[in-house]
């Protein structure tokens, strides 16, 4: 199974600063097979980003994802405070589907 | 809009069982395939199973080892999660995700509210 990374385990910014996410994998993955989730506390995760760069919809474009092989990134720019949340990142395209241990973004 | 309902958790004893059912509205439920995914207190998100949009074929994380079930009735529009011999450690939030597509295990684009299950003496 593919186990997936994040780091940092924490991220203490700002409002306007900008958040840099990293998510490693541990085997080589299409980048069409990478999602991003963010999870607000007491609510259910909603989804960020599919196939490493591509935001869902309704998503502004201060979030944006990149990477390949075996790392990524989730890049939110100018944070604004309902951006202040858990991240999860995510393989798919294959069982099992597996989540890596998250980041939380906080103050 | 798409809603996911989930209900059937509670309190149940160690080795007990509970079946979740999570009732979808807001689109054509038969065209697409669905997941449970569970996340323990204070922990991270855990897949736990998909069952494709004709319920003819599921998946299952390695931990599951035959006590969950994953099902679905399209004339009910309701997707379920029968879990037997139940441990502490399967207390968690259960949530049921649409998935983008019909047949493959993808990324889910919307989800349930989920239902607390809490496993204890």
């Known amino acids: 199974d593919i186990v997936l990374t994040q780091s940092p385990g924490t991220l203490s910014l700002s409002p306007g600063e900008r958040a840099t996410l990293s998510c490693r994998t541990s085997?080589?993955?299409?980048?069409?097979?990478l999602a991003w989730y963010q999870q607000k506390p007491g609510q259910p995760p909603s989804l960020l980003i599919y196939?490493?760069?591509s935001r869902a919809s309704g998503i502004p474009d201060r979030f944006s994802g990149s990477g390949s092989g075996t790392e990524f990134t989730l890049t939110i720019n100018r944070l604004e405070p309902e951006d202040f949340a858990v991240y999860y990142c995510?393989?798919?395209?294959?069982?099992?589907?597996?989540f890596g241990p998250g980041t939380k973004v906080d103050f | 809009q798409v809603q996911l309902v989930e209900s059937g958790g509670g309190v149940v004893q160690p080795g007990g069982s509970l079946k979740l059912s999570c009732t979808a509205s807001?689109?054509?439920?038969?065209?697409?395939?669905m997941h449970w995914v569970r996340q323990a207190p204070g922990g991270g998100l855990e897949w736990v199973a998909f069952?494709?949009?004709?319920?003819?074929?599921?998946f299952y994380a390695d931990f599951v080892k035959g006590r969950l079930s994953i099902s679905r009735d399209n004339s009910k529009d309701t997707l379920y999660l029968q879990i037997n011999n139940l441990r502490p450690e399967d207390t968690a939030v259960y949530y049921c995700?649409?998935?983008?597509?019909?047949?493959?295990?993808?990324?889910?684009?919307?989800w349930g509210r989920g239902t607390l299950v809490t496993v204890s003496s």
């Open positions: 995700a649409k998935d983008f597509t019909a047949t493959v295990v993808y990324y889910s684009d919307h």
């Open positions: 807001g689109f054509t439920f038969k065209n697409f395939g």
């Open positions: 069952v494709r949009n004709d319920g003819t074929k599921q």
């Open positions: 085997q080589t993955i299409s980048s069409y097979y």
């Open positions: 196939g490493a760069s």
């Open positions: 995510q393989h798919y395209g294959r069982s099992p589907a597996t």
